[in-house]
C-alpha cells in the first residue's frame, strides 16, 4: 500500500477567537504559498460568538478525495470547553498544543504528545488578545512539517489588515520561536 | 477599474468560487436574497461589483430575484442569482417563465436539507428533483454538480456558457458541504476562459420572428431596446412571440422547449469515468458525494475489488447514454445520495434490468465517509 | 393578402397613432366599455409627447386583462407572470438605463399578489413608471374579490358584499416613497395624458392609478350593468384635487372620487443613481 501523504489539523477553541481565520491561514499556506493540496472545513452554526468550534484542514501532496477530517495528527485547543469536546477527536499518539493562557489539561492528554503555549496571555501582552491564534499558527507552523514556516508567514500577511500586519507578524515569529525552543528541547 | 478576472492560485471557499466564477463568466447582474448557506455568494458580489462595474441588487424576496434576473438577461447582460432550498422552492414560478420565454440565466441553488426549513447549516442533495420538475409544465433544464471549489468555479463558468447556447435557465447544484469548505482554486489567464454570448439575430427587424428556431432548435435573441420590437409572453405563443393558446402551438413549442435540451444530450452532458475498463461494480454520484466515493473505489481497488466511479457533473439532463452503456458491463450500480433516492431512480431506469442498482440514502446533515461507500462495496462483491 | 395590406394602410391613414399598435392582432380581447384601450391610449399619447424614442420604450405587465396589453403596443413588450412585473421591470431597467421602462398592470396583480414588490420598489426609488389600471375586481378570471374592492360591494368570491378594507392606493404608494403619484380615470384622457407626460419626463418611481370600468365583472354585480354606466359614475362623482392629502383620497361607495396629481418629489435618488456613486466612492478609495 502506498505511503499515506495525507495529514490534517484541527484547531479548536470558542466562537471569536479566530479559530476559523487559522484554518484558512493555514490551508491557505498550504494550498497557494507551498503549493500542495488542502482543503478547510468548518463547523458552521448560528452561534456567532462563545460556543465551542472548530475548522479542520487536511493538507495533501495529491488531490484531497475526502475534505472532512478522518482522524487529526495535530489539534491546537484553545479553550476547556473546546478541550472537553474535541480532545477525543485526536488521532492516539497525535500532537496536542494547548493555550495554557486559557486551558487545564488533565490526565487524558497523556496518550498525545503535549505542547504548552501560552497564546493568550502573549497576545495581551503585545497589546491585542485576538492575535493569540496567529502565535498559535507561528508556532504550528514550525513543529507541523505539512506547512512551512515561510508559507505560513506569507499567508498571515495576506489575510491581516495593513495597519495590524507588524503586530501580526511578530505575534506570528514569537509563535516560531517558541515552537523552534519546544523542538530544541526534544532533541 | 478592479481586474475581473483574478488570474492565479487561489484558497477560496466554494462560494467565494462561485462568485468569481460568474465574474469571469461575463455576469454583471446579480439579484438575490439572503439565506443560509449561499449569503457568501451575494456578500461577495456586492463587494466586488461595484469594483468592476455590475449590478447587484438585494431584492425583498426570490420572488422578485429571478423575475430580475430574466428581465436584465432581456437587455442583453449576463445575469444570476443564487439561493437555498427555500428561496429555490420560490424561484420555480419564474424559472418556469424563463424556460417559456427562452431566458439564458443562471441560478445557484446551494443545497441544504430539506424539506421546509430543514437544515439550514448542513448539506443536502434533496433538491435534485426539483431543479428538474419544480416548475409545473413540461419542460427540459439544465443542472450541473461541483464537488470542490475548483469545479464550483469551472462549473459556474460552464453555466453560462449553457445558458447562452441554449437559451435556458441553468441551475448550479451546489451543497452547503462545497459552499463552506475551502481548496485551491487555479484560475486560469483570462483569455484562456472560453465565453459563449447567445446568438443575435442575422435578417433585419421586419424579417426577425423572436421565436422562429434555427436548426439547433434555438432562437436567435434580439434584447430590449435594439429596435426589433420583440414582444414575448408566458402563454403558449407563436414563432412572433404573440399568446396563441391553441393545442397544436402548444404542441409545436412545448415540444421544442424540450427536444431543444434532450437532443443536445450528448454536448451538455458531461461525466468522470474512472476505473471503470473492467469495473463489475460501479458507484454513481454526484457532487459533494462525489469525494468520499472516488476514495471509497480506491480502497476498493486496493482490496482487489473491480470497483470502479461514474460521477456525474450535469445531472440535468440525465446521462442516460453513459449508464446505458456501462449497464451492459457492470453487475452492480452503487447510487449513495443525501437523500432517499432521487438519481438512484433515474439509474436504475436507465440500467433497464441489466444490472442491479442499490441506493445508499442519506438524508443529509452529514456526507458520507469513504469507509461507509467502501463497506457497501464489499458487501455487494460478496454476493 | 393584398386585401389585408391595403386595409392596414388605410388604419395607418386613418389613425396618426397606429405607430404604437400592433394592428395585425386586432381585435384585442377587452370587452366593450372596458377601460384599458382608453387608458393605453392615453400613454401612447404622452409618449408621443414628450418625443421618446419608440424603440427605447419597454413595455412589461403582469397578468390579468391588462396584462395583455404589452403583447397589442408596437413596442418592446414583456408579459411576465402574475404580480413579477415591477421587479422584472427593474432588471431590464438597470441593465439597460438608456430605457424608458414602463409597468402597465392591474390591481390585482400590483398590489394583491405583486403588493410586496410594489412597496419596495417605491422604497428603493426604482426608475419606473407604474400605471395601474385599477377596476376594483378580478375581471380575467372571472370577478373575483381585489385588495381594491370597495366595502359592501359584490364579487364572485364576496357573494354576501365585501367584508375587507381596500387599499388606497395612491396613499400606499405615497408611504411608501414613491416620488410621483397621481390619480385619475380612464374617461379623463386628457388629463391622464398630460400626468402620464409629466411622469415620464421625472425619474424615480412614478406612480399613476387609472380607475378604470369592468362592466362585466364589476359593472353587472354593482348594478351599473351597461358598458358605459361606470364612466357615468366615474363623470357624476370625480372631484379634481391636485396635491390632495393622500390619506384622504380612499375611495368608497357612494363618496366623491378624489382626482389628481397628488404628490411631487424631486430630490430623492434613484437606486441607480445610489450605486452609481457607491461605485465612484469604492473606485476612487482604491
Known amino acids: 500500500m502506498k505511503q499515506e501523504t495525507r495529514k490534517e489539523i484541527m484547531f479548536t477553541g470558542f466562537g471569536g477567537q479566530g479559530v476559523i481565520t487559522a484554518g484558512y491561514i493555514t490551508g491557505q499556506a498550504a494550498a497557494v504559498y507551498d503549493d500542495k493540496e488542502s482543503v478547510l472545513t468548518q463547523v458552521y452554526g448560528p452561534e456567532a460568538r462563545g460556543s465551542a468550534c472548530y475548522s479542520g484542514v487536511v493538507v495533501d501532496e495529491e488531490e484531497i478525495d475526502y475534505l472532512y477530517l478522518l482522524s487529526p495528527q495535530v489539534m491546537v485547543v484553545m479553550s476547556q470547553d473546546a478541550y472537553e469536546k474535541f480532545l477525543p477527536k485526536l488521532q492516539e499518539g497525535g500532537v496536542v498544543i494547548v493555550d495554557s493562557s486559557l486551558v487545564e489539561v488533565d490526565e487524558r492528554v497523556k496518550k498525545y504528545r503535549l505542547y504548552k503555549v501560552s497564546a493568550t496571555e502573549i497576545a495581551e501582552e503585545m497589546g491585542a488578545r485576538i492575535i493569540a491564534n496567529v502565535v498559535m499558527l507561528g508556532f504550528v507552523s514550525r513543529i507541523w512539517d505539512a506547512v512551512s514556516v515561510e508559507g505560513m508567514r506569507e499567508s498571515v500577511k495576506s489575510r491581516v489588515p495593513r495597519k495590524h500586519l507588524d503586530l501580526n507578524i511578530r505575534a506570528f515569529e514569537k509563535g516560531v520561536e517558541l515552537g523552534e525552543k519546544a523542538l530544541a528541547k526534544e532533541c | 477599474m478592479g481586474k475581473t478576472v483574478l488570474t492565479g492560485k487561489h484558497f477560496w471557499y466554494g462560494n467565494i468560487a462561485i462568485a468569481e466564477g460568474a465574474i469571469a463568466a461575463g455576469c454583471r447582474f446579480f439579484a438575490g436574497y439572503p439565506i443560509t448557506p449561499a449569503s457568501e455568494i451575494a456578500e461577495h458580489i456586492s463587494r466586488r461589483f461595484p469594483q468592476i462595474g455590475g449590478i447587484f441588487v438585494q431584492f425583498e424576496d426570490e420572488l422578485a430575484s429571478m423575475a430580475a434576473i430574466l428581465g436584465a438577461s432581456w437587455t442583453g447582460v449576463k445575469s444570476m442569482t443564487s439561493t437555498s432550498g427555500p428561496g429555490f422552492s420560490l424561484m420555480q414560478e419564474n424559472i418556469g417563465l424563463g424556460a417559456m420565454m427562452e431566458v439564458p440565466t443562471v441560478i445557484v441553488n446551494t443545497q441544504r436539507g430539506g424539506p421546509s426549513t430543514g437544515l439550514p447549516t448542513l448539506t443536502g442533495q434533496g433538491d435534485v428533483m426539483q431543479a428538474k420538475w419544480g416548475s409545473h409544465g413540461q419542460y427540459e433544464i439544465i443542472a450541473l454538480s461541483p464537488d470542490s471549489p475548483q469545479e464550483a468555479f469551472d462549473l459556474t463558468i460552464r453555466c453560462f456558457n449553457l445558458a447562452e447556447k441554449y437559451r435556458v435557465p441553468v441551475i448550479l447544484l451546489a451543497s452547503e458541504t462545497i459552499a463552506h469548505s475551502a481548496g485551491k482554486v487555479v484560475v486560469p489567464p483570462e483569455d484562456e476562459i472560453e465565453l459563449v454570448y447567445r446568438k443575435k439575430p442575422k435578417v433585419p427587424p421586419e424579417e426577425y420572428l423572436p421565436y422562429r428556431p434555427d436548426e439547433d432548435l434555438v432562437p436567435p435573441m434580439a434584447c430590449a431596446g435594439e429596435g426589433y420590437t420583440i414582444t414575448t409572453t408566458g402563454l403558449t405563443h407563436n414563432e412572433k412571440g404573440y399568446p396563441d393558446t391553441t393545442a397544436e402551438a402548444q404542441e409545436k413549442l412545448a415540444r421544442r422547449l424540450n427536444d431543444k435540451i434532450r437532443k443536445h444530450r450528448k454536448d451538455i452532458v458531461d461525466v468522470k469515468e474512472e476505473n471503470m475498463e473492467d469495473a463489475k461494480i460501479a458507484v454513481v454520484s454526484y457532487g459533494q458525494v462525489s469525494r468520499p466515493a472516488k476514495r471509497a473505489v480506491k480502497m476498493a481497488r486496493e482490496e482487489g475489488i473491480k470497483a470502479g466511479s461514474i460521477k456525474l457533473i450535469t445531472i440535468w439532463p440525465f446521462a442516460e447514454h453513459v449508464i446505458h452503456k456501462w449497464a451492459k458491463q457492470v453487475e452492480y450500480f452503487i447510487v449513495p445520495e443525501l437523500n432517499y433516492g432521487q438519481i438512484y431512480l433515474e439509474v436504475k431506469r436507465e440500467a433497464d434490468g441489466n444490472a442491479q442498482t442499490i441506493l445508499i440514502p442519506r438524508m443529509g446533515g452529514t456526507l458520507f465517509t469513504p469507509r461507509e461507500i467502501y463497506q457497501e462495496i464489499k458487501k455487494v462483491n460478496k454476493k | ?286
Not at chain 3, 33 to 61: E, F, M, N, Q
Open chain 3, 1 to 286: 393578402m393584398s386585401k389585408q395590406i391595403s386595409k392596414e394602410e388605410k388604419l395607418e391613414e386613418l389613425h396618426p397613432m397606429d405607430k404604437w399598435l400592433r394592428s395585425e392582432r386586432m381585435p384585442h380581447i377587452w370587452c366593450p366599455g372596458c377601460g384599458i384601450g382608453p387608458t393605453l391610449y392615453a400613454w401612447a399619447r404622452a409618449l408621443d409627447r414628450v418625443g421618446i424614442d419608440k424603440d427605447k420604450v419597454v413595455y412589461v405587465s403582469g397578468i390579468g386583462c391588462s396584462g395583455r396589453g404589452s403583447g397589442y403596443l408596437n413596442v418592446d413588450g414583456f408579459h411576465t407572470t402574475h404580480g413579477r412585473a415591477i421587479p422584472f421591470a427593474i432588471g431590464i431597467k438597470l441593465a439597460k438605463p438608456e430605457l424608458c421602462v414602463n409597468v402597465i398592470s392591474g390591481d390585482g396583480d400590483l398590489f394583491s399578489i405583486g403588493g410586496n414588490h410594489f412597496i419596495h420598489a417605491c422604497r428603493r426609488n426604482d426608475d419606473l413608471l407604474v400605471i395601474c389600471i385599477n377596476n376594483f375586481i378580478y375581471g380575467m378570471t372571472g370577478g373575483q374579490l381585489a385588495p381594491t374592492t370597495p366595502r359592501g360591494q359584490y364579487a364572485t368570491t364576496a357573494p354576501y358584499g365585501n367584508i375587507e378594507h381596500p387599499f388606497n392606493t395612491p396613499h400606499v404608494a405615497d408611504a411608501s416613497g414613491a416620488v410621483y403619484v397621481a390619480r385619475w380615470t380612464s374617461i379623463h384622457v386628457r388629463r391622464l395624458e398630460k400626468s402620464i407626460a409629466e411622469a415620464l419626463t421625472m425619474k424615480g418611481f412614478r406612480y399613476i392609478e387609472v380607475l378604470s370600468p369592468c362592466p362585466v365583472n364589476y359593472g353587472r354585480r354593482n348594478k351599473l350593468p351597461e358598458p358605459d354606466d361606470i364612466a357615468e359614475w366615474f363623470r357624476q362623482s370625480s372631484v379634481v384635487r391636485n396635491g390632495a392629502d393622500t390619506s384622504e383620497v380612499q375611495i368608497e361607495k357612494d363618496k366623491p372620487l378624489i382626482l389628481g396629481n397628488f404628490v411631487k418629489r424631486v430630490e430623492k435618488l434613484t437606486y441607480y443613481e445610489g450605486l452609481k456613486k457607491l461605485e465612484e466612492r469604492v473606485r476612487g478609495a482604491r
